[in-house]
């Protein structure tokens, strides 16, 4: 399972360094690929095969369906860490992410998100205060605390 909150940059060559910890979960190859709420998922290749069946699940003549999996699938590359803990970002999913310099990698149970430092403080932002809310809707989903 991914936790935790790490920053780091990306040098000028694309290149960012993955944290020890989630290394350790990845492995030395894993899938990186756009992700909701404008930043990338990163999934170890177990994960990534299980999500890969779930897309092929959906109907091939609904739209919308068509649409989901292209996203997901279309810009999806498969990275290799180097011997510094590094990984080469496409240039297509750091502009996606508006990735320039500062990130944040972000630890999410089964797969890891990597957001620019600019989006991700608008994202904490836009929930400081509004914590009880969401966990209102969160009921309505199933889950308490």
Not at 85 to 105: H, S, T, Y
């Amino acid at each position: 399972m991914f936790v935790g909150e790490y920053s780091h940059t990306i040098d000028t060559k694309g290149r960012l360094i993955i944290p020890a910890k989630f290394r350790e979960v990845l492995g030395e190859t894993f899938v990186v690929t756009k992700g909701l709420d404008g930043c990338l998922f990163v999934y170890p290749d177990q994960e990534w095969r299980a999500f890969e069946m779930k897309l092929q699940t959906l109907p091939l003549t609904n739209r919308d369906a068509r649409q989901f999996t292209r996203f997901f699938l279309a810009g999806a590359a498969s990275c290799v860490v180097d011997k510094q803990g590094r990984i080469l970002l496409p240039q297509v999913l750091r502009d996606f992410a508006e990735l320039e310099k500062d990130v944040v990698l972000v630890g999410v149970a089964s797969r890891v998100e990597i957001w620019s430092r600019k989006r991700w403080d608008e994202c904490m932002e836009a929930y400081d205060g509004n914590m009880d809310e969401v966990a209102d809707k969160m009921a309505s989903l199933g889950f308490s605390i």
